[in-house]
């Protein structure tokens, strides 16, 4: 069954690592027949949740003005959510986790919007060598993916990608192809 994916890129750095991973991920899955649409977030003016709950009292709109707007119909229509980030102080970039702190919108039963999703995955990487430094962002994407109810399809950790460029060596790009294709 072909699937609409969404891919939420965080990084700040333009055609850095993290996107080139995004991007060998998308080859993958569309090279199995899935529609992709990458969107990096850094790009865009997203402020993060306020938590004045109005998303679930207002006809499921955001008080909020800003490109959280442009964001909203590809993941309430998408099948699935790819989150990509480089590791930022052990945890997502504060680009990404602004998207995530207002899936608030979408995570109780009666608010008044919905997502289509059912799955998701994580790709990340950064300077660190050993994975266990990533485990504060990887509990971030669980507990995510657990509340909003999406089956984990997988993780995909780059280590020692710090320099622009450093994701080139090595097979990394070649394991986030085969993680698309595999979806």
Not at 15 to 21: E, F, H, Q
Not at 47 to 74: H, V, Y
Not at 99 to 125: G, P, Q, T, W
């Amino acid at each position: 069954m072909n699937k609409k994916i969404l891919i939420l890129t965080g990084s700040p750095r333009k055609n850095g690592n993290s996107d080139m991973l995004a991007d060998a991920f998308m080859k993958g899955a569309q090279e199995k027949g899935h529609t992709v649409n990458k969107i990096e977030v850094a790009k865009l003016n997203i402020s993060g949740c306020k938590a004045c709950i109005m998303c679930w009292t207002k006809d499921g709109a955001c008080i909020q003005c800003d490109d959280m707007a442009e964001i909203e119909p590809l993941l309430e229509s998408a099948d699935m959510l790819v989150l990509v980030s480089p590791l930022y102080f052990f945890g997502i970039s504060a680009q990404l986790k602004a998207v995530i702190d207002r899936f608030c919108a979408y995570c109780v039963d009666n608010c008044k919007k919905s997502l289509n999703i059912k799955e998701s995955a994580l790709i990340m990487c950064g300077e660190c060598d050993e994975e266990r430094f990533f485990s504060g962002a990887i509990d971030t994407y669980k507990y995510t993916a657990d509340y909003m109810k999406w089956k984990d399809r997988g993780i995909l950790i780059a280590t020692s990608v710090a320099a622009k460029g450093d994701v080139l060596q090595g097979d990394w790009l070649a394991k986030a192809q085969a993680f698309g294709t595999h979806i």
